[in-house]
C-alpha cells in the first residue's frame, strides 16, 4: 500500500484544522450550515452577508461573525383582551411564525438579539390583533370569518415590520374565551336570539301550511266543479243519445213499441190479486177486448 505523501497529509490536516475551527467562529474559514445565515463584521461593520451553504473565507480576528437562524421560528403571544365591534369583550390567545429573510436589516434593527426582535413583534402583533378584531362581531371571530381575521393581522403585521429584515409568515389564534363576567349574560343572550329564531321560523311554518292548505281547498273544489259539469254535461249527451237511439227505434215499429209499452203500464199499474172496476169501452184496457177474428 503506497503512503501518502507527507506534504497531502499536513495540508488536509491543516484544512481540516481551519473547518473546524470556522465552525466554532475561529480562524479564516467561516462555515455556514443549511439552517444558517451569517454576517461578517469587520471592526463592528458588516462587510458580507452568507445566506447559502457553504465555506467562505474572512479576515482573523479584525473580523466577526453573527449567525442567525434560517429556520421558521414560534413565538407565543400572551393573552389580550379586546372589545369586538359588537361591545363583547373576549381574550385572545395567538402565536406567530416568522422568519428572518435579511440578516443585515435585521442585525442593524435588532442589534441585541432575537428578545429585541420578539419584543417587536409582539408589540406590532398585539396592536394588529386589536385593531383587525375590534372591528368585527363576536361571531365573526368565533365561526363565520375568523379564516379571513388571521390573514388579515397577518398582512398587516407584515406591514408593520417592514424595513426590519422579518417576515411573519402566519398570525394564529389558539382559542378565544370569554371573561367570566360576561360568559352568562352572553350565553344568555344567544338562547334568546336563537328562542326568537325559532319562533319567527314555527311562525313562518305555520304561514306557509295555511297558505298551502287553502290553496289545496281552492283546487279541490275548482276540480270537483269541473268534474261534475263534465259529469253533466256527458249526462245530457247520453240522455239525448238514448232518446234519439227511442226515437229512430219507435217510428220504425211503433205498433210494436206501443204494444209493449202498454203491457210495461200493466204490469205496473195491476199488481197480482188487483180487482178494479172500469167503465166498458175505456182505452187503456184496449188490449183485453175481445173480438172476433177476420174472415179471410
Known amino acids: ?8 497529509v499536513v495540508a488536509a490536516a491543516v484544512f481540516a484544522a481551519l473547518v473546524w475551527a470556522g465552525g466554532r467562529g475561529y480562524g479564516p474559514l467561516v462555515v455556514t450550515q443549511v439552517d444558517e445565515q451569517k454576517l461578517i463584521l ?15 473565507l474572512r479576515v482573523p480576528l479584525a473580523s466577526d461573525v453573527r449567525t ?5 421560528l414560534y413565538f407565543n403571544a400572551e393573552p389580550l383582551p379586546i372589545q369586538t365591534r359588537d361591545e363583547e369583550r373576549i381574550v385572545v390567545d395567538n402565536y406567530v411564525v416568522w422568519r428572518i429573510v435579511d440578516p443585515l436589516r435585521y442585525f442593524e434593527s435588532f442589534p441585541t438579539g432575537r428578545t429585541a426582535a420578539e419584543s417587536q413583534i409582539d408589540r406590532v402583533v398585539r396592536a394588529r390583533v386589536r385593531q383587525v378584531i375590534g372591528q368585527r362581531t363576536l361571531a365573526e371571530v368565533l365561526t363565520t370569518a375568523r379564516v379571513d381575521i388571521m390573514k388579515e ?3 398587516v403585521t407584515n406591514a408593520g415590520l417592514g424595513g426590519t429584515g422579518i417576515v411573519v409568515e402566519d398570525v394564529r389564534i389558539n382559542r378565544t374565551e370569554l371573561p367570566k363576567g360576561t360568559e352568562e349574560n352572553v350565553f344568555a343572550r344567544m338562547r334568546a336570539e336563537r328562542q326568537r329564531l325559532s319562533r319567527q321560523l314555527r311562525a313562518e311554518g305555520e304561514e306557509q301550511g ?12 275548482v276540480i270537483v266543479a269541473e268534474a261534475r259539469r263534465d259529469a253533466d254535461v256527458l249526462r245530457g249527451e247520453g240522455d239525448a243519445e238514448a232518446a234519439r237511439i ?7 215499429h211503433a205498433q210494436f213499441y206501443d204494444f ?3 203491457l210495461e203500464a200493466y204490469r205496473k199499474a195491476l199488481p197480482q ?11 187503456f184496457f184496449r188490449l183485453f177486448e175481445t173480438r172476433a177474428p177476420r174472415q179471410p
Open 42 to 56: 469587520v471592526f463592528g461593520r458588516p462587510v458580507s452577508v452568507l445566506t447559502e451553504p457553504g465555506l467562505s
Open 153 to 155: 393581522i397577518t398582512e
Open 246 to 252: 227511442y226515437a229512430e227505434a219507435y217510428a220504425g
Open 68 to 72: 442567525f437562524d434560517n429556520r421558521l
Open 1 to 8: 500500500m503506497r503512503r501518502l505523501p507527507l506534504a497531502i
Open 273 to 283: 190479486g188487483t180487482t178494479l172496476v172500469l167503465p166498458p169501452g175505456g182505452d
Open 210 to 221: 295555511r297558505r298551502i292548505r287553502a290553496e289545496a281547498e281552492r283546487e279541490a273544489i
Open 260 to 262: 209493449v209499452r202498454t
